[in-house]
């Protein structure tokens, strides 16, 4: 089971400590941080990371040869707190020599509808989110 510790680090500045390195998170310059991502970016690069590890995966299967590949992803928010995303939409750009459209949409396909967990999460929720906590002296 992932383990993250997520520490405070003065103003609206937090680390997020992860296996394999850590993560940033801030409030924007006017809401009293220094501009970094907030973490609600940070959900969506992490839903383009869990979808972009397994197209380029898949694609690698097939010997596609991918040379570039970024995606854009735009989060609606609702207005109301707590501003949950609405909607989010993923552009997936691809660069390569011989990319196959039917091979590209079906790495796609088979990501967002089987194998992203990020993507499961955020359209499904969490099963639950429990809670507890301590005061140290």
């Keep these: 089971m992932p383990n993250v510790k ?29 501009g970094g991502p907030t973490p609600m970016n940070v959900l969506l690069a992490a839903l383009g990371g869990c979808t972009g590890m397994d197209v380029i995966s898949i694609l690698r299967k097939k010997r ?15 207005a109301e ?26 790495a796609i396909e088979l990501s967002m509808d089987k194998y992203c967990s990020v993507k499961a999460t955020i359209e499904g929720g969490a099963s639950k989110v429990s809670h507890s906590y301590r005061i140290e002296e």
Excluded: S
Excluded at 6 to 34: H, K, L, S, W, Y
């Design 6 to 34: 997520v520490r405070f680090e003065g103003g609206m500045r937090f680390v997020g400590e992860c296996e394999g390195g850590n993560v940033i998170m801030d409030a924007p310059a006017q809401a009293g941080g220094t």
């Design 64 to 78: 596609a040869e991918v040379t570039g590949f970024e995606m854009n992803i735009e989060g609606q928010r609702a």
């Design 81 to 106: 707190h707590p501003k949950k995303y609405t909607g989010i939409n993923i552009e997936f750009v691809l660069k390569g020599k011989g990319l196959k459209k039917e091979d590209v949409e079906r």
